[in-house]
């Protein structure tokens, strides 16, 4: 072996954790062994620092087939059918190559669908950039990962039918990408990852083997610095026209009832596949090396066990059948090799025909050591708590437009007009119409689908932050008519061995578990992405803790968008507002000032925000609904105006609040608001059924004309034509890309 391919030198194993693996195996790990292992071990592939941490959400409900540990989360949608969900991300490789690094990221999560036996059906992605104004590295990066999104989902036919993005200065050298996918199946075929039946038979299928993606777990769990642009080869190649055809051969080969262990080859690679799936069925398997098809012939058992080549998935076949399901591969004309069997013994053992090149306990490979990471407040949540609020601007026309136009608050319709969000034509409610999207499912039921996330809150107060992402979530659940009944996260942070990083961490995981047991959400599976860090600038990204919700809708009836649809019917305001403006994009973007009283989350207050909207939903008191988030209120109104091509008039002193200020009752971000937009006659019923309930409401204005005007005191405090409100949210992207009509 070469220097070059010599594992030791490039291990991400700590000192402790090599004298572990040689007590655990009472001799010194050959080559391939320790490469095995520091895949396995990585950070990306163990949860080694977080684990301790993840297990306090909550993961029962209800509607919970699948929790945590498996490569996709399962809920029950009735009528024999199971619904799928995952999350993952692809942050470093989308660093470096963010074309291919998006587009294998898509490729990923796909697989995990797969691999419970279920149909990709919708995609949704997360993204977090610097600023694309000043920046034309984030520029580039956004460009080119919103391509490869694209180009990858287009190719497959998955639809991209949601997703968010955000702008702060901590991503400009670490750009966020988190793609999630939901499936669909019946209840009948789904396949767990494990090996249960010794004799059975260890199938490779789909792309061949190379050297791309070797070391990209190891990649993954470091802090990326000048010299990770030679890490390129850490970056795996896609091919979305193979992972079609892996589709369609999978599914028909779940179908047979033969196939008996499932998992995609991601993180880690055959590695990975082949020692979670022993653990899990309580087996050993044996595999051979020379049976591996390789797409360079002079590659070593190191470079094969570890590389992550993307459109690869791992089958275990019941002895007896293997013919039979390669000849639907051969079908599908997908390469494919049986590699190995199950054995009774719990050990992984790899061969070179009779060689033995490794030879391991399934469980030293895959129990990993748990690191107990130290913790500490970090310095600059009390100092930034008591920054001094900005002078209320003179005209507050000028900055709600301002405001419009904030990259993270303006269209979107740049980047999903570039997906096709209808192919598979279940797409009932459509990227821009709300902020959930829905799906037509197959027994008649709906699925409501969002992500959702909010760093800026984060930074100030983690806890608080990262409960308050998962509530806006929710709150787009239920303002398209759906209940939500579970939940995917992914957690991206520094440096886990930064103490003050660690604490973030576990705060925001804190908030979610506390939201998640008060409101009965349960966590389905989620993902944790450590070492997001600039080492030049010694600073590390926001906390970025992201969840995608997914709601269940029984009836189309009780789907709702954002847009009024009738002049004259009312607008009213569901839930209090709040002079809480750390984190705001007022503060952020128009002031430029970073602090303050981040939005706290009132549980009690938003489980009876929850009753009285899907309520007032199903009995047809309420015709359109958005949520306050990102902007505020007057952002809310100014994105309904946007939508339903309506003006509204607004009086301000109507909306239930404690705020002082005019410039906080128009552009807090506090929690547990959603506007609504009601027909005159139902009026009545709303607000007693909110008052019934115990939520603050008020009605605010009316749908009318073309202008969006709000009073306060008897005078315009904010008058804006739809046309200017809508050249300044729909054009600012583009302009910033440099791609204005």
Known sequence: MTKKENPELQLGLTEGEKRTLRKRLGREPNALEWAMVDAEWSEHCSYKSSKPVLKQLPTKGRYVLLGPGFDAGAIDAGDGYVVTIHIESHNHPSAIDPYGGSATGIGGVIRDILSIGTRPIALLDSLRFGDIRSSANSRWLFK???????????????????GEVGFDPSFEKNCLVDVVCI????????VLAEARNSGDSVILMGGSTGRDGIHGVTFASKVLSDESENERSAVQIPSPFVKKLIIEATLEAVATGHVKGLKDLGGGGLTCGISEMAHEGKRGIDVDVSRIPLRESDMSAVETLISESQERMLFVVEHGYESEIEKIFDKYDILHANIGRVTEKDYLVVKKGEAILADMPVETVTEAPIIQRSASKPRHIDTLRGVAPPQQPLDLSETLLTLLASPTIASKRWIYEQYDHEVGVRTVVKPGQSGASVLRLDNGKLLAITVDGNPKHCYLDPY??????????????ISVGGEPVAMVDHCQFGDPGDPEVFWTFSESVR??????????????????????????????????????????IEDASHIRRAAPRNEGDRIVIIGNTKPEMGGSEYYEYVHKLTGGEAPKVDFAAEKRLWKTVLEGIRKGLIDAASDCSEGGLAVALAEMTIAGGRGVQIDIDAVPSTCKRLDDLLFSESHGRLVVSVAEKHVKSLVELAERNGVPCGVIGVVKGNSLIIKSGGREAVSLSLKNVRESWSEAIPSYMGEKQ
């Open 183 to 190: 499936g669909l199946g019946k209840k009948e075929n789904m």
């Open 144 to 162: 080119n990962v919103v391509r490869g999104i694209s180009d990858y989902g287009n190719c497959i036919g998955v639809p991209t039918v949601g």
């Open 464 to 477: 608080h932050g990262a409960a308050g992402g998962l509530a806006e979530a929710c709150r787009n659940i």
């Open 511 to 552: 908030g979610m578990s506390d939201y998640g047991r008060e409101l009965g959400l349960p966590c389905v599976g989620g993902k944790v992405s450590f070492y997001n860090e600039d080492v030049a600038a010694g600073s590390a990204i926001k906390p970025s803790p992201i969840v995608a919700v997914i709601g269940l």
